[in-house]
């Protein structure tokens, strides 16, 4: 499945946090491309969080913590991972703030499926950057969060403000 953490599934002799998004069917998608956290990875951790199995939780916090290891310095998470390398850019090459808003979510259900409040806790620098990051990037003439890579055909309609984003961040916010 989606699952890649085990031995072998992203480099041989290694072991990596990673996820290959997909919610259409049960096979690798994006070839070579890993923790795409928008809506996909978003729906497929919280389904693997929610699920109640202690391994598939534990996998859960695997893959948030390889990302969150590659948190920049203005607070932007990785948009994915090609093979094992970070890129920081959407496929379109406009810098994404739905990794943010679905990874920060997806820390808050791990915690709160897990009840690991000691792993929340220690994890708030991390997540209190990320969410700095969206933040800055609030357009308040708007009240809206400037998106200019989403993968959603609203981008182009909706002048880089878009509903699977700023949907999301709505309830992050609050």
């Known amino acids: 499945g989606q699952l890649c953490t085990h031995d072998n599934?992203?480099?041989?002799?290694?072991?990596?946090?990673?996820?290959?998004?997909?919610?259409?069917?049960p096979d690798?998608?994006?070839?070579?491309?890993?923790?795409?956290?928008?809506?996909d990875n978003y729906i497929s951790t919280a389904a693997m969080l929610?699920?109640?199995?202690?391994y598939l939780q534990e996998q859960v916090r695997v893959v948030l913590e390889r990302n969150g290891g590659f948190i920049n310095d203005e607070g932007q998470l990785?948009?994915?991972?090609q093979g094992t390398v970070p890129t920081y850019q959407a496929l379109s090459g406009e810098t994404q703030t739905g990794p943010n808003v679905f990874w920060i979510l997806s820390c808050f259900n791990y915690a709160k499926t897990?009840?690991?409040?000691?792993?929340?806790?220690?994890?708030?620098?991390?997540?209190?950057?990320a969410s700095a990051f969206l933040f800055?990037?609030?357009?308040?003439?708007?009240?809206l969060l400037r998106s200019?890579?989403?993968l959603m055909i609203d981008v182009f309609i909706r002048s880089?403000?878009?509903t699977d984003t700023n949907a999301r961040a709505v309830g992050f916010l609050r």
């Open 160 to 162: 880089n403000f878009t």
């Open 78 to 81: 990785p948009h994915h991972f």
């Open 114 to 129: 897990t009840g690991n409040l000691q792993w929340l806790k220690s994890y708030m620098p991390k997540l209190r950057k």
């Open 50 to 54: 929610f699920s109640g199995d202690p």
């Open 136 to 143: 800055d990037m609030i357009k308040p003439s708007f009240n």
């Open 28 to 39: 690798y998608g994006y070839q070579g491309n890993y923790n795409f956290f928008d809506p």
């Open 9 to 25: 599934g992203v480099v041989k002799g290694q072991r990596v946090g990673q996820m290959a998004t997909t919610i259409a069917r």
């Open 148 to 150: 200019p890579g989403s």
